[in-house]
């Protein structure tokens, strides 16, 4: 990306974080930059495309912290599930835009995808189904944590270590 692309994508992301996914249009993109809206479209051909750009970043920090996760507690799910949980919570408008459309995947960077999911594939010793199964799992109790539908008295910790048990049976 262009060092303009650059400005464009971190002013938008800022604005995601800040009043989430409805407040990002390309004239409130506009208006936070001082720019004209038609502007944007010489770095970014329309909205889809910075969502896609701030979908590829969710996807690096994730593969980011994982990785780390993975280098402290190497085979840990626990440790794993720690780490996405704690993103995630930490950039739950992002983690929402990324998560709840289907995945562009045409317009992500190659091996993208693949570099995010690998330290969970290996946690799992190569188990697709199982490494699909504990992301399901994690990515819904983040979703409905981040949607507070759970009560306000539930033991959040002990149902992820409930969880993990139960799919590393």
Known sequence: MTPRAQEIAAAARALLEESGPAALTMRTLADRL???????????????????????????????????AEARAPGSPEALAEAYRAYALAHPHLYCLATERPLPRAGLPAGLEDRAALPLLRTCAGDLDLARAVWAFAHGMVILEIHGRFPADADLDAAWKRGLKALHA
Do not use: C, N, R, W
Request: zero cysteines.
């Open 34 to 68: 001082g720019i004209k809206a038609p502007s944007l479209y010489k770095h970014f051909p329309d909205k889809h495309a910075v969502e896609v750009e701030l979908t590829a970043q969710l996807l690096a920090e994730t593969a980011e912290v994982l990785e780390a």
